[in-house]
């Protein structure tokens, strides 16, 4: 399974040789439809030596409880929210109380693991995530012996397998930071807010994939390029739902996060000052219409493998072949700048550079993102732009690219 840390890896070091195919599917997890989830909250005191924490803990997104320092009756945790059994509930809560004593909870950031419970005869991979301290002082009556509480929040979405929910982390724990403005609202939030969207985390944080593949089928390839290329996309005509589905795919689609900030920083001031113009969805009639759509051969090549998972209906297969698109872009970019550092010297490897820039079908991208990364580099410079010319002259690109 290829996760983010194999395309940073590849990313950062020289292209890893794999036989990785558009078509080629990476093993199916067993799909999982039933899907869980839990709120608890805990008030804690803070103990001797831990108020210095607390700011730290306000203030940063990451924070642990060391074991020592939290007393045995900080471990009982009260039920908020949940749609697990009765038998289920009381076998996760214990699990989480085993974690929290372990000081193994990273607030704001959530961990995966696998946790037996009578839902399933197999382990299910829990999502637990630390959220919303709050610290308020104790009794009006006894300000001076009395500690400060610290309020906790442990949130936890079950479902599927450990591998599958790992290929969505990051939307987890966007999904989990979002439920932070209902922690903070009124009494009754639970019931109004709390649950809906609690029961909302697995359509939200993982089928949007599946949503955005099914709705745009062989126009697919555009959001693929776009996302590669970082060229702004506008969704017109429907409702947030969709725009928001969109926008999730497209970054999740995109290499940001894989390359170095300082290149995605240039690359986006290069695309602005350019002023790229932007793709229009117009998603008010059954089938999308797009304005200003550009494609290219490489995006085009993985539609098969998108559309094949359809039938599956496997989210995480969708998923998958998603993180192999971007893998497979992140090694012909290595490739390029490979032979851009060969093609300063020699003529050949420059032959080789057009030579493969012509053939990968995705040339054009590949070219544009390599020019902005090189643009304080004189040689690599003019490298660049004698194979922008034989693209020209050999109408791979067009001078708007």
């Not at 697919?220 to 702004?232: D, E, K, M, Q, Y």
């Amino acid at each position: 399974m290829i996760n983010q840390t194999s395309l940073q890896d590849s990313m950062d070091g020289d292209e890893k040789e794999t036989d990785l195919e558009p078509e080629d599917e990476p093993p199916r997890d067993q799909q999982q439809t039933d899907t869980y989830y839990s709120l608890y909250r805990r008030h804690r005191s803070l103990q001797l030596g831990d108020e210095g924490d607390a700011g730290h803990r306000r203030n940063g997104p990451s924070d642990t409880f060391p074991k020592e320092t939290v007393s045995q009756e900080d471990f009982s945790l009260f039920l908020l929210a949940s749609n697990l059994s009765v038998v289920a509930e009381p076998e996760l809560r214990a699990f989480v109380a085993k974690r929290l004593s372990k000081g193994a909870f990273l607030g704001g950031m959530g961990t995966i693991a696998a946790v037996d419970l009578s839902i399933a005869e197999q382990p299910v991979a829990c999502y637990y995530c630390l959220l919303h301290q709050n610290q308020s002082p104790g009794p009006e009556n006894d300000k001076l012996e009395s500690k400060p509480l610290v309020t906790d929040y442990v949130l936890c979405f079950l479902g599927s397998t450990e591998k599958s929910l790992e290929l969505f982390r990051i939307e987890l724990d966007k999904y989990a930071q979002g439920l932070q403005l209902y922690l903070t609202a009124e009494v009754g939030a639970v019931e109004l807010h709390i649950q809906p969207y609690l029961s909302s985390w697995y359509d939200d944080s993982v089928l949007y994939i599946q949503r955005v593949v099914q709705l745009f089928q062989d126009r697919l390839p555009i959001l693929l390029r776009a996302a590669l290329s970082h060229t702004p996309v506008e969704v017109k005509g429907t409702d947030n739902k969709i725009k928001q589905d969109v926008e999730r795919f497209l970054n999740a689609a995109s290499l940001q996060g894989l390359i170095q900030e300082d290149s995605l920083a240039s690359l986006c001031k290069v695309m602005t000052d350019e002023q790229q113009k932007v793709i229009v969805i117009d998603c008010s009639e059954s089938t999308p219409a797009f304005q200003n759509a550009v494609s290219n051969k490489f995006c085009e090549d993985w539609i098969p493998s998108f559309l094949n998972s359809l039938e599956s209906g496997n989210p995480f297969l969708m998923r998958q072949i998603l993180e192999n698109f971007k893998l497979k872009a992140i090694q012909d970019m290595n490739s390029l700048k490979r032979y851009i550092r060969h093609a300063e010297m020699n003529n050949y490897a420059l032959f080789k550079c057009f030579v493969f820039l012509k053939n990968c079908g995705n040339g054009d991208v590949l070219l544009h993102n390599v020019k902005v990364e090189h643009v304080e580099m004189p040689e690599a410079q003019n490298v660049v732009k004698v194979l922008e010319e034989f693209m020209y002259e050999e109408g791979v690109i067009t001078p708007s690219n």
